[in-house]
C-alpha cells in the first residue's frame, strides 16, 4: 500500500479499505473521518464540482493530520465508466475495496405535480442507479476476499412519507429493496449488505434544501424519544458497526438511527 498509512493494529478497521460515497460533507465527512481512525484506508468520493471538491479536500486533510490514511476521488456516481475508474484508482492506491457506503444522494423540495420527469430520474440516477453501478464496481474485488460490507443509505422519510419530496422518499424506498434483494445475491460469496435509515440529522444539505431549523428542533423534542437534534456524528457509530466483524451475521437490514421518532 502507499500514501499516508495507520500504524497496524489501532483499530477494528485496520488493514481495509473502505469508499464513501458523497464524502465532502455531512454524514459521508463524519463516516469517512470515523472509519480512517478505526484504521481503514479512505477512499473520500465527491462530485467533480469545485465546491465539492475543495469540502472534500479538507476532509481528507483532517484525516491525514489525524495521522489517518486517506485520497480524493472525483466521480459522479451516475456514470458507469467513473466509478469503474474511480474503484480502479483506489485499488491502486491501497488495494481491493472491503467496505462500500453508498451516501451519495439528490434531494429537491417541490410540490409532487410541479416535480419534473428529468428531476424525477436525476433523483434516481444518482440515489438508485449510482448506489447499482458503485456495488457492482466493488463486487469483483469483494469476491476474491470473499468478504465485505455494503451499507447504503435510506431516509426516515420513507416511513414518515413526508411530503414535498416524492422523488427523493420513492428513491430511498428502492433503495431499502436494492439492499434486501442484493444480500440475498451475495451472501453466498460472504458479502453483507445493510441499510442505515438516519432521521432528522442536521448536516449542511438539509440547511441548503431550506428547512426551518427552528421547526426541525421542535419537532424533534415534540416526537422523538431523545429531544434534541441528531448530528452526521451520531450515526458513525451505526456505519463502524456494520462495517466490522461486530456485525459478521447481519445482513438485508435496515438500522434505524432516528433518536426514537419511528417505533418499528
Not at 465527491?46 to 490514511?69: F, H, Q, W
Request: charged share 20%; aromatic share 6%.
Amino acid at each position: 500500500m502507499s500514501g499516508d498509512q495507520v500504524q497496524s493494529g489501532r483499530g477494528r478497521l485496520d488493514g481495509r479499505v473502505a469508499l464513501i460515497t458523497g464524502a465532502s460533507w455531512g454524514i459521508g465527512a463524519a463516516v469517512a473521518k470515523t472509519f480512517a481512525s478505526e484504521g481503514a484506508s479512505v477512499v473520500v468520493n465527491t462530485y467533480p464540482d469545485p465546491k465539492m471538491n475543495a469540502l472534500a479536500d479538507e476532509v481528507v486533510d483532517s484525516i491525514r493530520s489525524a495521522g489517518g490514511s486517506a485520497i480524493k476521488v472525483s466521480a459522479d456516481v451516475t456514470s458507469e465508466a467513473q466509478v469503474e475508474s474511480m474503484v480502479e484508482c483506489a485499488r491502486l492506491e491501497f488495494g481491493d475495496i472491503d467496505v462500500l457506503v453508498t451516501n451519495a444522494a439528490y434531494a429537491n423540495r417541490l410540490p409532487w405535480h410541479e416535480i419534473s420527469v428529468e428531476q424525477w430520474d436525476h433523483t434516481y440516477e444518482v440515489n438508485v442507479r449510482g448506489a447499482f453501478i458503485c456495488a457492482k464496481a466493488c463486487y469483483p474485488g469483494m469476491l476474491r476476499r470473499k468478504s465485505g460490507s455494503i451499507i447504503t443509505v435510506t431516509s426516515v422519510t420513507v416511513n414518515l412519507g413526508m411530503a414535498g419530496m416524492l422523488d427523493y422518499v420513492s428513491s430511498k424506498a428502492a433503495l431499502i429493496g436494492l439492499t434486501r434483494a442484493l444480500a440475498r445475491e451475495v451472501g453466498k460469496d460472504g458479502i453483507r449488505v445493510n441499510s442505515v435509515m438516519p432521521g432528522a440529522i442536521r448536516t449542511e444539505q438539509e440547511v441548503a434544501l431550506g428547512f426551518d431549523e427552528d421547526e426541525l428542533t421542535r419537532l424533534s423534542a415534540e416526537r422523538q424519544s431523545l429531544p434534541r437534534r441528531g448530528l452526521a456524528e451520531d450515526l458513525a457509530g451505526t456505519f463502524l458497526y456494520l462495517a466490522t466483524d461486530d456485525s459478521s451475521f447481519v445482513t438485508g437490514q435496515v438500522v434505524t438511527v432516528d433518536g426514537g421518532w419511528i417505533h418499528y
